[in-house]
């Protein structure tokens, strides 16, 4: 006998029925508990029950039956039921505990349940990213970044699309406006601006990951460069990656040139010193003349894009990043080829913000030298802040 003749309900429509077991994935809502094979035998039978949120009559014996006044062709409507399992259904509908299972409580437990089911089941897993996003004051601008640009350029860079779970908001967050000294940019700053993405990629991404929760990361960054890079430090090749930037000729998240690529030509001279220079001249030019007087002297190893007119959207399709990446890792395999005696690399860049990124991805602090990042002030170059363990 079934639970609904027992109890002297009407039948619940078998169209609303459906909608229910397909919206819970045909797991209890409450535990999760899969309800379509038993916990001893195994064998496939059906153990769920829909549950009425508001109950299905507006009578005193139909749990929160009087609390709402929902029609009575609504009350039989999934939006009005839960799939749960027996003995849940019991105690939930108890009179003895109707202030523990109030309609408002009832109804995040399903929407939250719902929600995790759709978004899981609702695409391949390989087409999912997790977007990260790292937003700051940089020299008094900032840039918003909303769910429908994460998606156009998730989609239309790689195909993916975007799963927010994860988000306190919109993406999962390193927000680092407000931090005290960001126009100074001063030790403190750098120290502050770390320490948060410290806290949030060595904990929520990293536990995240952990659990399998995350396979793909998309980064949409917009902070001063040393940052860039570090974050890029902090997100290795454990997890497959994706970088975005906005480009400054479409105000806009997406590659304006998906086809696009660059080429790059590595200089690494001989050099005898422990300590050397590298500079990056991708989307402007730092010349030699710039550099600070401490570092004059050493040796200077570059990385400086071919062929084109250096400008802030040189990078125009994630083609042209992946020959940047290539690049660095070259310089980084010739060092410890030919120069495996540096053990601090002094790094002065002029590239775009998602090269940043990629630039500190590929650094590995226990195999290669040192960095020490500089960032540009109104009267030249000083030192933001040092990563690695040589």
Known sequence: MTSEKKRGRRKIPEAERLKLWVRAGGRCEICNRYLLEGQLAHRELTFGEAAHIIGQQATERSPRGFDDDLDSHARDNADNLMLVCDDEHDEIDKAG????????????????????????????????????????????????????????????????????????RNTIEIDLRGLPGEHEAGPDYYRAATAKIDQVVDHKIADAVAQEHIGHLSVFAFARLPLLIYLGTKLDDVVATDIYQRHRSTQAWKWPEPDATADFSVNLPDASDDEAVLVINVSGTIHEAELPAEVERLPLFEITVEDQSRHPDVLSG?????????????????MEDRHKHVRLLHVFAAMPLSAGVTFGRVFDPDVHASLAIYDRVSDGYSLALEVGNR
């Open 97 to 168: 505990s109707a202030d523990a299972f109030g309609i408002e409580f009832l109804r995040e437990l399903k929407r939250r349940h719902e929600d995790r089911i759709f978004h899981q089941t609702s695409m391949a897993p390989h087409l999912r990213t997790c977007p990260v996003r790292m937003i700051a004051e940089l020299r008094g601008r900032t840039v918003e970044l909303d769910r429908s640009e994460v998606a156009a350029a998730v989609m239309h860079g790689a195909g993916r699309f975007p799963e927010f779970e994860f988000s306190s």
């Open 318 to 334: 994630p083609q042209a990043l992946a020959a940047f990446e290539r690049a660095v890792r070259v310089l980084l395999a010739e």
